[in-house]
């Protein structure tokens, strides 16, 4: 049983350029939520994801952006990237919107130059 | 905001030692949750707990949930280097209307063990 996975692992941008992220979440979920992980920092929450709309939000910026696909799988978009945007991604499923069991994938890492 | 304090900050022990670590906040949480983080990987779910007072288990891994359901704690007993990471603690934000899994996460507790 494959869990959580994401793509890319590593990415480097510039600022202003536009990038997305991708996850699959763990086989027989839902719902999907995306965290930002700052280094030397907890997770920090920037949105869910179920049935292929946003149901809740951090304090992110428009510029942060998601889609949930019908195979639940989901991506993250993250346009004009400053370089404050430099983080780890974390992408999270659960069994439905209110499961507090979340599995986490591995991250992509993104540099922001 | 429900803002989660996590003490201490790092710790820096021998293989066979006991740890003990703790997770305050401000306001209530109604459930709890322990994660760890290796260095370049996702957070791990650890255990979780969901009544005030409850103590639960996992191996060598013993976590309890305050009483005031402001805090928390986690003990790990005779360390092994394999502990080495980041121990997040988590809490679903308190939202009007009910249950949300949207997670706040602690500052995390840097644990480092020699053998």
């Known amino acids: 049983d494959a869990g959580v996975t994401q793509s890319p692992t590593h990415l480097i941008k510039t600022r202003g350029q536009q990038v997305t992220l991708r996850c699959s979440p763990k086989?027989?979920?839902?719902?999907v939520s995306w965290y930002q992980q700052a280094l030397g920092q907890g997770p920090q929450f920037i949105f869910q994801?179920?049935?292929?709309?946003?149901?809740q939000r951090g304090n992110f910026p428009d510029r942060f952006s998601g889609h949930q696909f019908p195979n639940y799988s989901s991506e993250l978009n993250v346009n004009a990237l400053l370089l404050g945007d430099s983080a780890l991604y974390l992408c999270?499923?659960?069994?439905?919107?209110?499961?507090?069991?979340?599995?986490f994938g591995p991250g992509t890492r993104l540099t922001v130059l | 905001g429900q803002q989660l304090n996590q003490s201490p900050q790092s710790m820096f022990i021998q293989e066979g030692e006991d740890v003990s670590m703790n997770c305050t906040s401000s306001?209530?949480?109604?459930?709890w949750l322990w994660y760890k983080q290796d260095p370049g990987e996702g957070p791990v779910l650890l255990i979780a707990?969901?009544?005030?007072?409850e103590l639960t288990s996992n191996g060598r891994l013993t976590a309890q949930f305050g009483i005031t359901r402001k805090d928390s704690f986690l003990n790990i007993s005779a360390s092994i280097p394999s502990d080495v990471g980041i121990y997040f603690c988590?809490?679903?934000?308190?939202?009007?209307?009910?249950?949300?899994?949207?997670?706040?996460f602690g500052t995390g507790t840097l644990l480092a063990v020699q053998p």
């Open positions: 999270a499923s659960s069994l439905s919107p209110r499961g507090v069991w979340q599995y």
């Open positions: 086989s027989g979920h839902d719902t």
């Open positions: 994801y179920y049935e292929e709309e946003e149901r």
């Open positions: 306001s209530i949480f109604n459930t």
């Open positions: 707990l969901y009544k005030a007072g």
């Open positions: 988590a809490g679903p934000q308190d939202v009007y209307g009910g249950a949300t899994n949207k997670l706040i």
